[in-house]
Nanobody, 126 residues
């Protein structure tokens, strides 16, 4: 059974930090690009970041560049998203995903999603 379980979300003040983690199982982690997307209820999903398989090139949505860092731990089949200097507009439910693609196009279109988790909510207060 494929599982992606996100954790680390919460409620913080603007300017604070959170680290999201996603523990995966049931598929070959090293064979997939890994990424994060977020969604505000009633709005479209938006790609945040992805990292090419085998810990390769990292891509970030413009609005989070310089504040968010994506990383993977292949030994633990885990992907992390370090989020610094959080802003109220970062408020959303955050999902990790395993994908056939990673790049600036993926951030816009979120195509090739194979698996994703149930999400972890992040609320940032001003």
């Amino acid at each position: 059974e494929v599982q992606l379980v996100e954790s680390g979300g919460g409620s913080v003040q603007a300017g604070e930090s959170l680290t999201l983690s996603c523990v995966t199982s049931g598929f070959t982690f090293e064979h997939h690009h890994m990424g994060w997307f977020r969604q505000v209820p009633g709005k479209e999903r938006e790609g945040i970041s992805c990292i090419a398989l085998n810990g390769g090139t990292r891509y970030y949505r413009d609005s989070v560049k310089g504040r968010f860092t994506v990383s993977t731990d292949n030994a633990k089949a885990t992907v992390h998203l370090q989020m610094n200097n959080l802003k109220p507009e970062d408020t959303a439910v955050y999902y990790c995903a395993a994908s056939d693609f990673c790049g600036s196009s993926w951030l816009r279109h979120l195509h090739g999603l194979n698996y994703w988790g149930k999400g972890t909510p992040v609320t940032v207060y001003s």
